[in-house]
């Protein structure tokens, strides 16, 4: 979002409301800028794919012996959470966006 969206959408919205959409911008902005850079893409990759192998070993544990592993199991809690919280934030992230552009888009008359 580039300044001028910001300015622009204080002047149409101008509220409260309207400056808490900016200031979670602002606190998540640096956790989008580590996400969009390749160390955090690679992060990212890295916790999806050890998401889906441990889904995949703790079903095929339970299918050969009727038990999983408790060290994967705690494994997978451990990255889904961070997966939950990562993506918590994006969504947040993107709805604010999306807001401000949208406040923008009608004040044009679009």
Not at 71 to 92: C, G, T
Request: net charge neutral; charged share 30%; hydrophobic share 40%.
């Amino acid at each position: 979002m580039t300044p001028e969206d910001r300015k622009e959408y204080l002047l149409k919205v101008g509220n409260k409301e309207g400056r808490n959409i900016l200031t979670v911008i602002d606190k998540l902005r640096p956790f989008i800028n580590a996400m969009e850079s390749e160390i955090g893409k690679a992060l990212l990759d890295e916790d999806i794919t050890d998401h889906a192998h441990l889904l995949n070993q703790i079903y095929d544990s339970i299918v050969e012996t009727g038990a999983a592993k408790q060290e994967d199991v705690i494994r997978l809690k451990v990255v889904h959470a961070r997966l939950v919280r990562i993506y918590a934030k994006l969504k947040s992230y993107a709805d604010c966006v999306g807001t401000i552009q949208m406040t923008i888009r009608k004040g044009e008359g679009a």
